[in-house]
């Protein structure tokens, strides 16, 4: 079973650009959740979809968005590019509505630097 | 915000010998997973355990569980150099859509 993919694998963009980051999560998944990792504030949760809506949306502002397709596909977007949305984003996926006690997993992530 | 914290920051030890990490959080929860990350690459699912679960094993792993300090440990018999890595803990919260919270992460070093 493929898991977890993320495209692209690195990125990087000026400052004022916008960014799109996609994700497929594994076969059967319908839950994908989006992460930031940074040096300085660790990983933080961005938001989660599930049957293309956004069910949680982490604390970041609004040029931040996200959205998935009906076939569990997911995208994250940035506009208006800053310094500080460098990071490692990474995208997981689960199984099913319920998610007590299911597994997350993720993918190898998209490195974007932002210039 | 992180959840909570991972103890300690950093361990450095030598192959065969045992290595544990601890995590604290913040919040009920409704299960705990652990995470290993090398060199900024993604994350690799190690473990689940239950928040009504106190121990769990699966290979050279040993994962325990205590809510009522809201901290879990992660053992891992004799290690490898292959297992040097940052390791997370994560947690779900009660009554929450799926929604991890991690810890800060313990840098381990695995010295041949």
């Known amino acids: 079973k493929a898991g977890v993919t993320q495209t692209p694998r690195y990125l990087i963009k000026t400052r004022g650009q916008q960014v799109t980051l996609s994700c497929s999560p594994i076969?059967?998944?319908?839950?994908v959740s989006w992460y930031q990792q940074t040096p300085g504030q660790g990983l933080q949760f961005l938001f989660e979809?599930?049957?293309?809506?956004?069910?949680n949306k982490g604390n970041f502002p609004g040029r931040f968005s996200g959205r998935q397709f009906s076939n569990s596909r997911s995208e994250m977007n940035v506009s208006t590019l800053e310094l500080g949305d460098s990071a490692l984003y990474l995208c997981?996926?689960?199984?099913?509505?319920?998610?007590?006690?299911?597994?997350?997993?993720f993918g190898q992530g998209t490195r974007l630097t932002v210039v | 915000s992180q959840q909570g914290e991972e103890d300690p920051q950093a361990l450095s030890i030598q192959e065969g010998e045992n290595a544990t990490m601890n995590c604290s959080y913040k919040?009920?929860?409704?299960?705990l997973q652990w995470y290993r990350q090398n060199s900024g690459r993604g994350l690799v699912h190690l473990i689940l355990?239950?928040?009504?679960?106190r121990e769990k094993h699966s290979g050279r792993l040993r994962v325990t569980l205590d809510t009522s300090k809201k901290s879990s440990s992660l053992l891992i018999t004799a290690s490898r150099a292959a297992d040097t890595a940052s390791y997370f803990c994560?947690?779900?919260?009660?009554?929450?859509?799926?929604?991890?919270?991690f810890g800060s992460g313990t840098q381990l070093t695995v010295l041949p």
């Open positions: 997981a996926s689960s199984f099913g509505n319920s998610f007590m006690n299911t597994e997350a997993f």
């Open positions: 076969s059967g998944h319908r839950s």
């Open positions: 979809y599930f049957s293309e809506t956004q069910r």
């Open positions: 919040t009920s929860i409704n299960n």
């Open positions: 355990i239950r928040s009504n679960e």
């Open positions: 994560a947690t779900d919260a009660l009554g929450s859509a799926r929604q991890l919270t």
